[in-house]
């Protein structure tokens, strides 16, 4: 027999991919119009023949046009910051975040200001990338359309998926890449709901960009033929070897965004001296700077001097980590994918690589797939991103064993990724799942229990054994008037203690909650309690809340199951 339709659910569902298709092609008109803008800006001041101020320094020739541009570009992020008045720049981790978070809410001033800031940080000469700012540019505007009043209930962690899958996807060129994407870094769940969420708005990203044809996928390749047998040394070195640069890489960022803080630097004076690395490596190196994507096909299609590879990794590697660590905003990605694809090129030239010039572009795509794999902890994405912009098989299969070896020395030396570590910097145990993150999330107020046995200090221990014989509990608390908490008694404690006063028969050093604490908490606390219930006060004022006892905190614990259960499972 046919299962019956919940009506409700069904318009729910439907509704969910109605908004998917909307924000599918909302994102990717506004990436095609950041990526163009970007490009064209960068383009027009840093490649333009015309627009060259030189000076000498002997027979050496420095423009002056990097540190010209750079600057005041890094001064007006400064600026947006201050007049924004945020803490930092939002990103990933955010996006993460609010996947796992019960609420879902994005800081949309945070979010939308972010994305102007590195459009400004891109554009000017910084030396970051362009997906992570559209990744979050694609969930902030999935949160903020969800919480208009006009949209059913629907899932916050499926649509702002579905956001990022369209940032991809729009970006990259790469449908398929995009979905699993969403899956694997920001949702890190299946199910049907939220793959056919993610597919609309992928594909409709895809065709939307497609259509309007503004900007063509950066790094679509020429798949070349060839023996795998030829190769595998290589691809077997280029797995540790990247790890060893995504861990420096990764690092480098960490480390780096920790000295303005430690130099009492504003989060707004930061991006200035990020501006004045760039403009000054820009006077001799200019390779470094900006995205890099046409530096990156050069180096994939052309062989390189060794020395001048070695150059491009060390300085992209360096002026990324300043820009991101001071605030000079961007993403990670491509920097990411740089580094890679100048590794695979180096690795090309060792001895033990065949001398098979078409040998170039197999390894640097395996490295670049192998470097960003890790810095987004997302290796799947990585392998169907390689197959969809080569449209090989074999270039798939070969990046995939970098991809691994990269994967498993990364994660179990730094991290799963750069945004699982800069949410544990920032206390979210983001690796131990949404269970973990939802239980650090409930405040044990919400499931205080009001009724409780109640004591003054005056009440006499005859009347108080026979209150708790009547209530039929074992424990009771002394208040006073102002239900201020004074302490907890025990049935036990009472027992042929007639003449004495009550107060002096109260538990030395009792278990106090916090009306505030989370679940977590209080559950790591229970491990070692033996007792019927524990008191909850308020540990400012000694306001007694009310009790909890083990079986609430069980419930508690059986309603965030069954909570996640329903998230992941339909």
Request: charged share 15%; net charge positive; glycine share 8%.
């Amino acid at each position: 027999m046919f299962k019956k339709i919940n009506i409700k659910a069904f318009g729910e569902s439907l509704s969910l991919l109605l908004i998917a298709t909307i924000i599918g092609a909302i994102v990717s008109f506004v990436a095609q119009l950041f990526i163009i803008g970007a490009k064209n800006i960068y383009e027009f001041i840093f490649n333009n023949n015309d627009f060259i101020l030189a000076f000498y320094i002997g027979d050496t020739s420095l423009n002056l046009i990097p540190l010209i541009v750079c600057v005041p570009s890094s001064i007006l992020v400064g600026l947006l910051m201050y007049y924004l008045k945020l803490p930092r720049w939002f990103g990933p981790a955010d996006t993460i975040y609010a996947a796992h978070h019960k609420a879902g809410i994005l800081n949309l001033k945070g979010g939308f200001g972010s994305t102007l800031a590195s459009f400004i940080s891109i554009s000017g000469g910084a030396s970051v990338g362009i997906y992570g700012p559209l990744v979050h540019f694609g969930a902030t505007v999935s949160s903020f359309i969800r919480r208009q009043k006009y949209i059913p209930k629907i899932p916050h962690d499926i649509i702002i998926g579905s956001g990022v899958a369209a940032a991809i996807s729009a970006g990259f060129g790469a449908p398929l890449a995009g979905i699993i994407f969403a899956h694997e870094t920001v949702l890190r769940h299946f199910s049907m709901k939220a793959v056919a969420a993610l597919a609309i708005a992928s594909m409709v990203a895809n065709y939307s960009a497609t259509e309007i044809g503004i900007v063509n996928p950066p790094l679509l390749l020429t798949a070349i033929p060839f023996e795998m047998s030829d190769i595998l040394t290589s691809l077997a070195l280029i797995g540790p070897l990247a790890a060893f640069v995504a861990i420096i890489f990764m690092k480098s960022m960490i480390y780096l965004g920790s000295i303005p803080t430690k130099f009492k630097l504003l989060s707004w004076q930061a991006p200035i001296i990020a501006g004045f690395a760039c403009g000054l490596c820009g006077m001799i190196f200019s390779e470094i700077l900006g995205l890099g994507t046409e530096t990156l096909i050069s180096v994939i299609t052309n062989e390189q001097n060794t020395v001048y590879l070695l150059a491009l990794l060390v300085g992209k590697l360096v002026l990324t980590s300043i820009c991101i660590g001071f605030g000079f905003f961007g993403g990670t990605f491509s920097p990411a994918l740089f580094l890679g694809g100048v590794l695979g090129a180096i690795v090309y030239q060792l001895p033990m690589t065949s001398v098979n010039p078409d040998l170039l572009s197999v390894l640097a795509v395996s490295g670049m797939a192998a470097v960003s794999s890790s810095v987004i902890g997302a290796p799947i994405t990585a392998i169907i991103l390689v197959l969809e912009l080569t449209g090989s098989y074999e270039y798939a299969i070969a990046a995939t064993l970098p991809i691994v070896i990269c994967s498993f020395i990364t994660s179990r030396t730094f991290g799963n990724s750069l945004f699982d570590k800069q949410l544990t910097l920032r206390g979210v145990a983001i690796t131990k799942g949404r269970e973990r993150i939802l239980l650090n999330e409930v405040k044990i107020e919400n499931y205080v229990n009001k009724k409780f046995t109640k004591f003054t200090s005056k009440t006499s221990i005859d009347k108080a054994l026979k209150l708790l014989t009547k209530e039929k509990t074992t424990e009771g608390y002394i208040v006073s008037k102002e239900n201020i908490y004074i302490g907890k008694i025990s049935l036990l404690s009472l027992v042929n203690k007639n003449h004495s006063n009550i107060v002096d028969y109260t538990e030395i050093k009792p278990l106090i909650i916090d009306p505030n604490s989370s679940l977590i908490f209080v559950i790591k606390k229970l491990s070692k309690f033996v007792g019927e219930s524990i008191p909850i006060v308020n540990k400012k004022t000694s306001e007694m809340i009310g009790i909890i006892s083990e079986n609430d905190v069980l419930k508690a614990y059986l309603d965030i199951s069954e909570e996640i259960n329903q998230i992941e499972k339909h």
